[in-house]
């Protein structure tokens, strides 16, 4: 189908989003333009603060006040989210007085879409004058210190489907997005970073918070023990199938981010272990269970940086 006859374009100028889908080519500039003039025709809001709410933790978009509900079928050229937990809405409205928006669920490399199409919505956020990321994901506990439920600051990430070639950036650079080798030495924000345990401490959380480094795989099955002992041994504290080529493609258009990932299982590094393997609806029940917990260390986090957003 035509990526701008989804749009509403003319077939003349059409792009076929297969064929890019084939190529693994970016959607440039103009389209972007066109899926956020088709968000920013159904609100008034002008967001300045973006929300990415991982498996089961969609709740983070009921603490936005006056909220307008979009739901991504409605959005021009907006992909389908097909992953149960992730309900598929962007909720625009106030947090802790800021205005914002949040994805209600994300896309993930493993649903088929590629690379540049799970981060598109970035993209789409940055157009529409977002310039501070808030992405948190389910995960699991590489680290045997690690409990289920924790939540883990990300200091750092390995985008591991990036380094061997899924990598969101890859095909034309548009230099109005960013620069074509964005450095990536500070992905995720130290000040806001120390805010978040500084405000984490406040709220009584010190037992469950943690901070280390995220291993984004591609998914969707869970790691073998040897493949787990693997990203343990390269330094990994948490492993999702997510976040890391969103927060690539905010730092390339220069937003800041800060990351959380909500440890909903302990990875089993032993071979025949008799624990339970992990299942998504584990997933999505402890991340439920500490919802609420992330849900008011973020919106006091936003309320203390409300004034400089
Ligand atoms: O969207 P996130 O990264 O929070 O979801 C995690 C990774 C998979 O999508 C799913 C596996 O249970 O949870
Ligand atoms: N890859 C991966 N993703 C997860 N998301 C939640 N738990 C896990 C896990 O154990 N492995």
């Known amino acids: 189908m035509s990526f701008l006859g989804l749009l509403g374009g ?5 792009v076929d989003l297969a064929e890019l889908q084939r190529k693994n080519s970016q959607i440039q500039y103009d389209e972007i333009q066109k899926v956020t003039s088709s968000v920013l025709g159904k609100t008034e809001l002008r967001p300045k603060l973006g929300i990415i709410c991982g498996s089961g933790l969609g709740g983070l ?11 991504y079928a409605e959005i021009d050229g907006f992909p389908k989210c097909t992953v149960p937990g992730h309900a598929g809405n962007l909720v625009l409205g106030y947090l802790s007085g800021v205005p914002t928006v949040c994805m209600q669920g994300r896309l993930h490399f493993y649903e088929g879409h590629p ?3 799970v981060t598109m919505p970035i993209r789409m956020m940055k157009l529409i004058g977002v310039e501070t990321l808030i992405v948190t994901n389910a995960s699991g506990g590489l680290n045997q210190d690690y409990n289920s439920g924790d939540i883990m600051v990300i200091k750092d990430h390995i ?3 990036g380094l061997t070639g899924q990598h969101p950036l890859v095909g034309p650079n548009d230099e109005k997005f960013g620069p074509r080798f964005p450095a990536m030495t500070t992905p995720y924000d130290p000040e806001l970073r120390q805010l978040a345990q500084e405000t984490a401490k406040e709220l009584g959380f010190s037992g469950f918070m943690r901070e280390g480094v995220y291993v984004k795989v591609s998914g969707p ?3 073998t023990p040897s ?3 693997l990203l343990r041994s390269i330094g990994a504290d948490t492993v999702g199938m997510s976040t890391a ?9 220069g937003m800041k981010v800060l990351g959380f990932s909500m440890v909903t299982n302990v990875v089993i590094l032993e071979q025949d272990s008799d624990k339970t393997p992990p299942t998504h609806q584990e997933v999505m029940d402890t991340a439920n269970a500490r919802a609420k917990d ?9 309320g203390k940086l409300a004034s400089t957003l």
Do not use: C, F, G
Not at 10 to 14: C, L, Q, V, Y
Not at 61 to 71: H, L, R, T
Not at 245 to 253: D, K, S, W
């Open 10 to 14: 003319s077939a003349k100028s059409s």
């Open 61 to 71: 978009a009921n603490e936005v006040k006056d909220s307008q509900v979009i739901p």
């Open 115 to 117: 690379a540049w199409l």
């Open 159 to 161: 985008n591991l489907t």
């Open 221 to 223: 099955s869970y790691e």
């Open 227 to 229: 493949e787990s002992r």
């Open 245 to 253: 080529p969103e927060v690539v493609v905010a730092r390339h258009a």
């Open 294 to 302: 992330l849900q008011l260390l973020v919106k006091t986090i936003v």
